[in-house]
């Protein structure tokens, strides 16, 4: 092997090799490359900036009980109710307040 390197950089000749061991070879090389890419990052990981938004907290249960769903929409609904009583109050008083000063 080293009498054969040693041949071939003598009198400069190419070493004689099949076409798919070039293509494992330039595929080992961009994987080692790849892998000192990784490692370097994760030897020295980037700065962390001010700019970059927290990331969002992992929600462990996204199935709700029924019960629990069903009291939450009953208070959204009974909150949408009593909005809307004050609201349509408001227009009466308004309207009211409209005839008599007429």
Do not use: Y
Not at 30 to 49: D, G, V
Not at 91 to 102: D, P, R, T, Y
């Amino acid at each position: 092997m080293i009498i054969t390197r040693l041949l071939e950089k003598w009198f400069n000749l190419e070493p004689v090799v099949c076409q798919s061991c070039e293509n494992l070879k330039i595929q080992l090389d961009s994987i080692t490359a790849e892998n000192r890419r990784l490692l370097e990052f994760i030897m020295h990981p980037p700065e962390a900036t001010e700019n970059r938004p927290a990331p969002e907290p992992i929600v462990q249960r996204k199935n709700i009980p029924w019960r629990v769903r069903q009291q939450m929409l009953e208070a959204e609904d009974r909150e949408k109710a009593r909005l809307m009583k004050e609201k349509t109050e408001e227009l009466e008083k308004e309207i009211l307040g409209v005839e008599n000063a007429s």
